[in-house]
């Protein structure tokens, strides 16, 4: 990781993505209207996927916390899997004996009966 040292103040550049040229000894950015004041965002690393994001998002489980930039990832990650299909299941699915599935019909089909779809 690098790191950019200003006097007594430290700023890691892996935690900040510009676009634009920055001027180390002013702290200013170039952009189109000239030199203007830099904006740092503070940027995430999705878990999954590797993406470097500003609009990244923690989800905290059973004391453990994970990094996401989109659901699509947070449900590829957390999300249970239909022991049937196997999709994920993102909605409420049914449960029997800790056994998941997306749906009563699924659980029907490895010989679990009884279990009503929730409308």
């Known amino acids: 990781m690098a790191t950019v040292t200003r006097g007594a103040s430290r700023v890691s550049s892996a935690r900040f993505r510009s676009t634009t ?13 000239g030199w203007e004041e830099r904006k740092e ?3 995430a690393t ?7 994001y500003d609009k990244a998002f923690e989800v905290v489980r059973d004391g453990e916390r994970h990094v996401f930039d989109s659901f699509e990832c947070a449900i590829h990650a957390l999300a249970p899997k239909c022991e049937h299909c196997g999709c994920r ?8 004996d800790g056994r998941m599935f997306c749906c009563a019909h699924c659980a029907e089909q490895e010989g679990v009966s009884g279990l009503r779809d929730r409308a």
Do not use: Q
């Open 89 to 96: 299941i993102i909605g409420h699915g049914v449960e029997s």
């Open 46 to 52: 999705c878990e999954v996927c590797g993406n470097d």
């Open 41 to 43: 965002t503070p940027t």
């Open 21 to 33: 040229s920055l001027c180390l000894s002013c702290d200013a950015t170039s952009g189109s209207s």
